[in-house]
């Protein structure tokens, strides 16, 4: 008698723990269906530019392809928006960009963004644009040299704001019925320039510090990015 009462007390408690999961799994699934959407992320970014710029006054229209532009990006960023179902979400985000040239962006930006299954464990995708705004760090010229064609100069890369775009693809995984965890490899493109110095005519010694000359440009780089859903 004790065994099947021990049995049964088994049965019974295999049951409950299975209907339980199954409640869980199903709220889980209801509640990240439809309502308010904050995720949380911190990126890390390879550059892989190649910016073009004019040598010297009066040839403005000699155009050089300069080196490949050596920096990396470092983003934390914020999106509020509003998930519509389990495959569609779409809000507005905020970053702050640092980049190791010594300058700084903040981009304000639509995000549209989704799941490709209803899983708990999903293919994510977002593509998001916007513009950003410029804020030096430092104004000095990057002590990292830039070539021109005729020589070697100092210059400021990432010198003005501009429109910016994000595209991402990865993977999302619940972590329970109220937030996910998200990983993307992702690409970016930020409008800018490159600011350095066009002339010939400066005392020696002076002219890495001397930068008057835009030349505009969209940087590109590529990077992971990691996510808190909530």
Not at 98 to 108: D, E, H, Q
């Amino acid at each position: 008698m004790k065994q099947v009462l021990t049995s049964i007390g088994s049965i019974f408690l295999v049951v409950a723990l299975t209907t339980q999961m199954s409640y869980a799994q199903t709220n889980s699934r209801i509640l990240k269906t439809r309502g308010p959407m904050f995720i949380t992320s911190a990126a890390f970014f390879q550059s892989l530019t190649r910016i073009p710029y004019n040598v010297a006054p009066g040839e403005e229209h000699i155009v050089y392809n300069g080196k490949k532009v050596d920096f990396s990006i470092v983003a934390v960023s914020q999106f509020f928006g509003f998930q519509f179902n389990p495959y569609l979400a779409l809000g507005v985000g905020v970053n702050y960009e640092y980049w190791t040239t010594k300058t700084a962006f903040v981009p304000l930006y639509v995000d549209f963004r989704g799941n490709m299954t209803d899983g708990k464990i999903a293919p994510h995708w977002y593509l998001n644009a916007g513009y950003a705004t410029h804020w030096a760090i430092d104004s000095r010229p990057d002590p990292k040299k830039i070539s021109t064609g005729t020589g070697k100069l100092f210059g400021i890369h990432g010198y003005t704001g501009g429109w910016m775009g994000e595209v991402g693809i990865g993977v999302k995984a619940n972590i329970n019925r109220t937030s996910a965890l998200l990983i993307t490899a992702s690409g970016k493109v930020q409008e800018s320039a490159l600011r350095y110095y066009s002339g010939t005519d400066l005392p020696q010694g002076v002219k890495p510090l001397i930068v008057n000359t835009n030349s505009n440009g969209m940087y590109i780089s590529v990077g992971l990015k990691a996510s808190v859903v909530f």
